[in-house]
């Protein structure tokens, strides 16, 4: 018995301790969907750094924080950092997006071209991703300069290319996928089942670099396609 209860001690140490590294320091996510096409593929593992925001209600993977607004050892995130965040209506969900607006900016697509406070955001076309359209956009950032990051587009007349202005109320933020006609998010209000403004106290982790990459369409068995499964020139890649 006693060998049976140090055994088990040591187990709870280390599970106490995974525990920690993944509610203080970084927690690894899984890519399910192509709304962050061509920056997050499907099947990529990015690792979110958790302390880079400081920490919210949902810091914990499994919910052992209690319930409060707001953020502890807060830190603003930065426009164009991608975002591990949870679904404000539907917190169970965990989202990654890419911050747009910041509290009090005003955002709007006007034919398929984001506006920040009424100022037209500078993208480059560079080429085709499939039968889509490739660009470079640059985001205003504090201090001057930009962000650059690469989005996708398969036209500037889809659905949500033309929106009314949304200005971000204080201690919320606005987020849009890279590939931004195919994704889900602030552009599309929370009761008609998009995304909505974030709050603050759901921000989890800022995505910070890729562990791995896999084409999720092979399986696991399939050991004699695993080297045209594996994104290898992916595998640690910094997330822009």
Known sequence: MKNWARELRSVAVALGC????RTVVAEPYSVP????????????????????????????PIGLLPDFTGRLFDRPPERGDVVVFRLPRDPSQTYVKRLIGLPGDRIQMKQ???YINDALVPRRKVGAYGDDSLYVETLPISGGGGH??????????????????????AGHYFMMGDNRDNSLDSRVAAERGGVGFVPEENLVARADRLLLSR???????DVAEWPHAFRLARFLGRIE
């Open 33 to 60: 969907s192509g709304s962050m096409v061509p920056t997050l593929l499907v099947g990529d593992e990015l690792i979110g750094a958790k302390f880079a925001y400081g920490y919210g209600k949902y810091s914990s």
């Open 18 to 21: 995974v525990l920690l590294v």
């Open 148 to 169: 650059e990051h690469e989005i996708v587009e398969i036209s500037d007349s889809e659905r949500q290319d033309d929106t009314p202005v949304f200005t971000v109320p």
């Open 112 to 114: 398929g071209r984001l």
């Open 215 to 221: 084409d999720t369409s092979v399986g696991w068995l």
